[in-house]
T-cell receptor, first 110, second 112 residues
Framework: RKEVEQDPGPFNVPEGATVAFNCTYS??????FFWYRQDCRKEPKLLMS???SGNEDGRFTAQLNRASQYISLLIRDSKLSDSATYLC???????????FGSGTRLQVQP | DADVTQTPRNRITKTGKRIMLECSQT?????MYWYRQDPGLGLRLIYY???????NKGEISDGYSVSRQAQAKFSLSLESAIPNQTALYFC???????????FGSGTRLTVV
């Protein structure tokens, strides 16, 4: 089983829609969680960190459920510019690098 | 200038050739990483370094070597390139144990 699993998509949604991605992680000792965004053929860029209490940044909301070992990303009022691949990233104490999911591709259509 | 600079941006090389990918950063971070990305497989860790005397293998280090020439420079070498090393390679830095990465723009390597 992969340490971090994501639905690869693609998720095709119309502009203005709300879309949610889930990501599951296998190691209960995981401590830090992030969502990255990657545009085609570009480098990943940090979208937001994910905290136990949940956090929001404009149209984006991230949630962490430690009991079920998943994190989620909610995008409200989707824009064409939100089209990208969203990478779920985790790490744990004693592990000196981040572990990336394979990504979920989002395509927002006019 | 970019915080993390990778060179070259694109490279086509022949099987058996030695090739070096370079990475430099201006963020003053001690932690540097090399990843490769393949379609459907996500980013996989090749090597990482926490300072010039600290080099560690990642999950897919076979066929690769690295050199940490200075805090700001971390290069990746393919001693004898093979076609299945065709991939997008990313260098990244990290400021501490809690933060995320800053990536370079990537090197697209094709081995023919």
């Amino acid at each position: 089983r992969k340490e971090v699993e994501q639905d690869p998509g693609p998720f095709n949604v119309p502009e203005g829609a709300t879309v949610a991605f889930n990501c599951t992680y296998s190691n209960s000792a995981s401590q830090s969680f992030f969502w990255y965004r990657q545009d085609c053929r570009k480098e990943p860029k940090l979208l937001m960190s994910v905290y136990s209490s949940g956090n929001e940044d404009g149209r984006f909301t991230a949630q962490l459920n430690r009991a079920s070992q998943y994190i989620s990303l909610l995008i409200r009022d989707s824009k064409l510019s939100d089209s990208a691949t969203y990478l779920c990233v985790v790490t744990r104490q004693g592990r000196r690098a981040l572990t990336f999911g394979s990504g979920t591709r989002l395509q927002v259509q006019p | 200038d970019a915080d993390v600079t990778q060179t070259p941006r694109n490279r086509i090389t022949k099987t058996g050739k030695r090739i070096m990918l370079e990475c430099s950063q201006t963020k003053g971070h001690d932690r540097m990483y090399w990843y490769r990305q393949d379609p459907g497989l996500g980013l996989r860790l090749i090597y990482y370094s926490f300072d010039v005397k600290d080099i560690n293998k990642g999950e897919i280090s076979d066929g690769y070597s690295v050199s940490r020439q200075a805090q700001a420079k971390f290069s990746l070498s393919l001693e004898s390139a093979i076609p299945n090393q065709t991939a997008l390679y990313f260098c990244a830095t990290r400021g501490g144990a809690e933060g995320g990465y800053t990536f370079g723009s990537g090197t697209r390597l094709t081995v023919v």
